[in-house]
């Protein structure tokens, strides 16, 4: 059965500093892998996606994942983190049955 | 442009008492899904439809029923509303199979 795992239900970082979302995810095949944020309030938004190729996918706000098969991984990643990148931020897997992690929330220091 | 949109945004039931929450989306989208979020739990698909005409069972889809009335259509209906059920329900669609979801605004349903 597939699953997504986001160990971390909260993070804290300095705005500027550098940011890592981890998520572990179990699938049958190649899995099919996104990664959603939610703002305070908001609907859900994409960032990215992997469907295949290249293991190191770009998305939109400077956001960055890379897809690690032997680790089952797909973390998320930003060089540097500003204060309204303060948000929920979703793992998700599946083609058909789009299944979701349960969420990392991110808070930023000044 | 529209997008997703979830008719009510806000909703409160008695126990026992039953309701649809009804979604449309304008894109021309193949496939429709339902979640709910619950604090800590993230999104748990209820139902999703991956085609006009087809409708399967996802992670949570006890106590609820849906109907995929056309492309446009995929509506969610309690037929006999529980306290477990007070959720935010966010109805999505997709292009494909694999494309990006497209979320509506979101339906509060408190069960008392």
């Known amino acids: 059965a597939q699953s997504v795992t986001q160990p971390d239900i909260h993070i804290t970082v300095s705005e500027g500093a550098s940011l890592e979302l981890r998520c572990n995810y179990s699938y049958g095949a190649t899995p099919y892998l996104f990664w959603y944020v939610q703002s305070p309030g908001q609907g859900l938004q994409l960032l990215l996606k992997?469907?295949?190729?290249?293991?190191l996918v770009q998305g939109i706000k400077g956001f960055e994942a890379e897809f690690k098969r032997s680790q089952s991984s797909f973390n998320l990643r930003k060089p540097s983190v500003h204060w309204s990148d303060a948000a929920e931020y979703f793992c998700?897997?599946?083609?058909?049955?789009?299944?979701f992690g349960k969420g990392t929330r991110l808070h930023i220091l000044p | 442009n529209a997008g997703v949109t979830q008719t009510p945004k806000f909703q409160v039931l008695k126990t026992g008492q039953s309701m649809t929450l009804q979604c449309a989306q304008d894109?021309?989208?193949?496939?429709m899904y339902w979640y709910r979020q619950d604090p800590g739990m993230g999104l748990r698909l209820i139902y999703y439809?991956?085609?006009?005409?087809?409708?399967d069972k996802g992670e949570v889809p006890n106590g609820y029923n849906v109907s995929r009335l056309n492309k446009r259509e995929f509506s969610l209906r309690l037929e006999s509303a529980a306290p477990s059920q007070t959720s935010v329900y966010f109805c999505a669609s997709s292009a494909d199979r694999v494309g990006e979801l497209f979320f509506g605004e979101g339906s509060r349903l408190t069960v008392l």
């Open positions: 992997y469907f295949s190729g290249d293991t």
């Open positions: 894109m021309n989208h193949n496939s």
């Open positions: 998700a897997v599946g083609d058909d049955k789009i299944i």
């Open positions: 439809s991956a085609s006009e005409g087809t409708t």
